[in-house]
């Protein structure tokens, strides 16, 4: 790791709001603490800085240079590292394509690259677009699959985190439907043991306490609106308690976040995509974070879309790319103390 932590920049689908709330995070962020690198088209990052008084200045770095020795330069350029397919760069703020939805994933491949040649300390990527990245014949359903298979990783768990919450999910993209099926002992198990390895190691929490949430409606409701919570969730729970891990539960969902309970607790654990995010994104939209726990690497996110309904216009809040930024600074820093 360099003097300050190198900061890998994915620019996202460059027709949605990404590459815009790059650079206007970068404008309210205190680089003096690391030192952040672009991944993506300088003429892309010149096209949305264009109407600025005080523009950056960018400069275009190759694959294969040493990023460190460049990055690290006393002057006050903000590096681009080119990616491939430039030659098919059609900026029209607001529509996916298969060339936005291939540069994206390319962006994002390069950045892991970066992290795990030690070229860069961590990697914060902007919002992809699904629909583009399936018409480029990508078949991961988002960035937390193909990072897995990227890295090699087997297991993975996504959590959002804020100044105030954080919520991690048994099972992520997968259809409502499936849900009961892919909800077993070994799933809770492996998940709730991820959570709390990651509360210590990535949050430096020593001995954090965790909430689950129940699968159905009143937390089965003694097992009179369905059974998961009796045979599955409480013995995993007891099991989790027994192995030295402080876990409660199951909550009923409703209940839980409308009563405030979720502030007695470190972490939770929901079962499905929608249990979490609604309520984290109700009470943290604009502030929250996507981390990427069990990775070889640091990867964090914003807690928002591509927003091609305001791509280009301007518009676009960049405070939870602030925060995923700065989240990626502050581990990156941890991990360098703790080596």
Not at 25 to 46: M, N, T, V, Y
Not at 251 to 275: N, V
Request: charged fraction near 20%; charge should be negative.
């Amino acid at each position: 790791m360099s003097a300050k932590p190198i900061i890998a920049i994915s620019m996202g689908d460059y027709n949605g709001i990404g590459p815009e709330v790059i650079l206007k995070a970068l404008k309210r962020i205190d680089r003096s603490r690391s030192r952040p690198i672009l991944i993506g088209f300088q003429e892309l990052f010149q096209f949305y800085q264009s109407k600025w008084k005080d523009p950056f200045q960018l400069l275009k770095i190759q694959q294969g240079d040493e990023i460190p020795s460049l990055v690290n330069r006393p002057d006050t350029s903000l590096p681009v590292l080119e990616i491939k397919h430039s030659e098919g760069l059609q900026i029209e703020p607001g529509i996916p394509t298969a060339h936005t939805g291939t540069c994206s994933m390319e962006a994002v491949s390069t950045g892991v690259d970066l992290c795990l040649q030690h070229q860069a300390d961590a990697l914060v990527t902007a919002p992809i677009s699904k629909e583009a990245i399936s018409m480029a014949g990508f078949r991961h359903p988002g960035h937390t699959e193909f990072l897995a298979e990227r890295t090699g990783t087997d297991h993975v768990q996504m959590i959002l985190t804020s100044d105030t919450l954080r919520v991690a999910l048994a099972t992520v993209h997968v259809p409502l439907s499936k849900v009961p099926k892919l909800i077993n002992r070994q799933r809770i198990r492996t998940e709730l043991a991820e959570l709390h390895l990651s509360m210590q190691r990535d949050f430096g929490i020593p001995e954090p306490r965790l909430a689950l949430l129940g699968l159905n409606p009143h937390a089965g409701d003694g097992g009179v609106i369905g059974r998961e919570e009796i045979e599955i969730l409480r013995p995993e729970l007891d099991s989790a308690n027994k192995r030295g891990i402080q876990a409660d539960g199951p909550f009923a969902a409703d209940g839980f976040f409308g009563s405030g309970q979720w502030r007695s607790y470190d972490a939770i654990l929901a079962m499905y995509h929608d249990q979490g995010l609604i309520p984290f994104k109700t009470l943290s939209f604009g502030r929250g974070v996507n981390f990427t726990a069990g990775l070889p690497i640091i990867r964090t996110s914003p807690d928002h879309g591509t927003g091609f309904d305001i791509a280009g216009q301007g518009q676009a809040e960049s405070t939870s790319f602030e925060a995923a930024y700065n989240l990626a600074v502050s581990m990156a820093t941890r991990q360098h103390h703790e080596a």
